[in-house]
């Protein structure tokens, strides 16, 4: 009964606090891991370069949620 009404209390703090409450919650189960967090950083670094370099394309929402809908439909 105490999980059901500290729902009910969550949903209804603004969405930056629900951010926050989410994001806590998370890193307790998940510790974040800092040199893990690097490499990230590194990656989403080179994909930006790759990207303002012209050197990928671009997919839309709608066509990767077509694809995974198409995928799972299967």
């Avoid at 189960?29 to 012209?54: C, S």
Wanted: charge should be positive.
């Amino acid at each position: 009964m105490k999980t059901k009404k500290l729902i009910a209390e969550a949903v209804s703090l603004p969405v930056e606090e629900r951010a926050l409450l989410v994001d806590s919650l998370l890193r307790s189960l998940n510790a974040p891991e800092p040199a893990i967090d690097i490499k990230w950083v590194a990656v989403a670094k080179e994909r930006l370069q790759q990207l303002r370099a012209g050197e990928v394309a671009t997919i839309s929402s709608e066509e990767v949620f077509k694809k995974i809908a198409t995928r799972f439909q299967q």
